[in-house]
T-cell receptor, first 114, second 111 residues
Framework: DGGITQSPKYLFRKEGQNVTLSCEQN?????MYWYRQDPGQGLRLIYY???????QKGDIAEGYSVSREKKESFPLTVTSAQKNPTAFYLC?????????????FGDGTRLSIL | AQSVSQHNHHVILSEAASLELGCNYS??????LFWYVQYPGQHLQLLLK??????LVKGIKGFEAEFIKSKFSFNLRKPSVQWSDTAEYFC?????????FGTGTRLQVFP
């Protein structure tokens, strides 16, 4: 079945450590997105990529970095500069960037600080 | 600026009650609107979407939403909720390259 796979499901980070969240899709979608979900704040966009080797900052990009070397992969690194990283992280993809296309979501990664 | 507002943060209903969740948006261009649902422990799923045409949109599981342009609203409705509708519901607005989400409404349905 086609879909989006996020790993790991749970991740723990020590102070000062960078961690990388994986997102892989086999939907042949061009666009991919990373969101952060916090209680009562909905989904906030961290980074997005409309094409390989290109990406743009979302609303809360500080303390995060991404790469898009392959169409199917869009890993997110939470750096030590992100002071409040505890959250639920969601990856999504979309077939093309026309406004009417819905996004498909992965199951998420829950990141916690040790 | 583009934005989406969901004023109902937490809704509690008994089974068979009717549901209406509010969604208002701010956007000057042609809108594409969505409702997503997140059941406990599951990923976000698309409930329904509006692109153009008939302002009354029907989605999965008996949900519908009405686009009212003059009110900048896209409220979600269901005539009779079930316990299995317990979830978090998100309204979203799409421009050409990204989705803008509301803060979500948590719905609890008691038997």
């Amino acid at each position: 079945d086609g879909g989006i796979t996020q790993s790991p499901k749970y991740l723990f980070r020590k102070e000062g450590q960078n961690v990388t969240l994986s997102c892989e899709q086999n939907l042949n979608h061009d666009a991919m997105y990373w969101y952060r979900q916090d209680p009562g704040q909905g989904l906030r966009l961290i980074y997005y990529s409309q094409i390989v080797n290109d990406f743009q900052k979302g609303d809360i990009a500080e303390g995060y970095s991404v790469s898009r070397e392959k169409k199917e992969s869009f890993p997110l690194t939470v750096t030590s500069a992100q002071k409040n990283p505890t959250a639920f992280y969601l990856c999504a993809s979309r077939g093309y960037t026309g406004g009417g296309q819905p996004q498909h979501f992965g199951d998420g990664t829950r990141l916690s600080i040790l | 600026a583009q934005s989406v507002s969901q004023h109902n943060h937490h809704v509690i209903l008994s089974e068979a009650a009717s549901l209406e969740l509010g969604c208002n948006y701010s956007y000057g261009g042609t809108v594409n609107l969505f409702w997503y649902v997140q059941y406990p422990g599951q990923h976000l799923q698309l409930l329904l979407k509006y692109f153009s045409g008939d302002p009354l949109v029907k989605g999965i599981k008996g949900f519908e939403a009405e686009f009212i342009k003059s009110k900048f609203s896209f409220n979600l409705r269901k005539p009779s909720v079930q316990w299995s509708d317990t979830a978090e519901y998100f309204c979203a607005l799409s421009n050409t390259d990204k989705l803008i989400f509301g803060t979500g409404t948590r719905l609890q349905v008691f038997p």
